[in-house]
């Protein structure tokens, strides 16, 4: 019987099939937000070096600084891969064969920054991101600037 109410309640309830590119509407993936993130980053980097010596530095300044520098690592990291693996499909792949290796190198270098202070990593996770921007809006046909707010 409880069954038999649960079909029924499906069979008024049920919607067509439906279909789309991404996981998510289109229009809210944008490689913006890991460039914001990763560009927290590298302030961050350049905020721990202007500091010097850690031993030198003060301690609370120093650890808050690479506190946020790891966490918005981490977050362009979350943001490159949800670009990654719920908007590009095979047909990008066709035309850019290879997007998985940026991908998967600008991911690196997103660990690169949470492991050290390096100045080189944080401006190549940067320069990754613009050329994974420009990859994005080419496959939408538009022509988007890119831009740091430094």
């Not at 919607?15 to 590119?21: C, L």
């Not at 914001?36 to 003060?58: C, H, N, R, V, Y």
Request: proline share 3%.
């Amino acid at each position: 019987m409880f069954r038999e109410a649960i079909s029924k309640l499906i069979a008024k309830t049920a919607v067509d099939t439906v279909s789309a590119h991404c996981d998510g509407p289109c229009g809210v993936y944008d490689p913006a937000s890991a460039r914001i993130a990763a560009e927290a980053a590298l302030s961050m980097t350049q905020k721990i070096i202007d500091l010097g010596p850690a031993e030198s530095a003060d301690h609370n300044t120093y650890g808050r600084f690479v506190s946020i520098k790891e966490q918005q690592a981490h977050l362009a990291k979350e943001e490159l891969l949800i670009l990654w693996t719920d908007y590009f499909k095979p047909e990008h792949l066709e035309q850019y064969s290879d997007l998985h290796d940026k991908f998967w190198n600008a991911a690196k270098l997103c660990s690169a920054v949470k492991q050290g202070v390096d100045l080189d990593a944080a401006n190549n996770l940067m320069a990754a991101i613009e050329d994974i921007h420009n990859i994005y809006w080419a496959t939408k046909g538009r022509d988007v600037a890119y831009y740091v707010a430094t």
